[in-house]
Nanobody
Framework: QVQLVESGGGLVQAGGSLRLSCAASGRTFSSYAMGWFRQAPGKEREFVAQINWSGGAIYYADSVKGRFTISRDNAKNTVYLQMNSLKPEDTAVYYC?????????????WGQGTQVTVSS
């Protein structure tokens, strides 16, 4: 089992930036990739970005492409989400998930989430 802890959320003005961190521990060797998801009040959980540990498989949701950048530090077992040009619609709880398989695009581990609030 992979244990995940998100951090870095907060309150920012529209147009500002935040960097989220997701620290992985436990059975990290069972993780193929890490992903960021978000959930706004009254909405379903939404995919944001994903990166595998070798860095060769990076994907972004259209809504964040060009504004967000996902990266990882293998030595620290940590994944980051750099968020620039933030908009009020980016307001949500952001979750980090672990994807165990290179074949099946399923994320089966989650952290507790970190709140991101963007004011207009």
């Amino acid at each position: 089992q992979v244990q995940l802890v998100e951090s870095g959320g907060g309150l920012v003005q529209a147009g500002g930036s935040l960097r989220l961190s997701c620290a992985a521990s436990g059975r990290t060797f069972s993780s193929y990739a890490m992903g960021w998801f978000r959930q706004a009040p009254g909405k379903e959980r939404e995919f944001v970005a994903q990166i595998n540990w070798s860095g060769g498989a990076i994907y972004y949701a259209d809504s964040v492409k060009g504004r967000f950048t996902i990266s990882r530090d293998n030595a620290k077992n940590t994944v980051y989400l750099q968020m620039n040009s933030l908009k009020p619609e980016d307001t949500a709880v952001y979750y980090c998930g672990s994807r165990p398989s290179a074949v099946s695009a399923k994320f089966d581990s989650w952290g507790q989430g970190t709140q991101v609030t963007v004011s207009s």
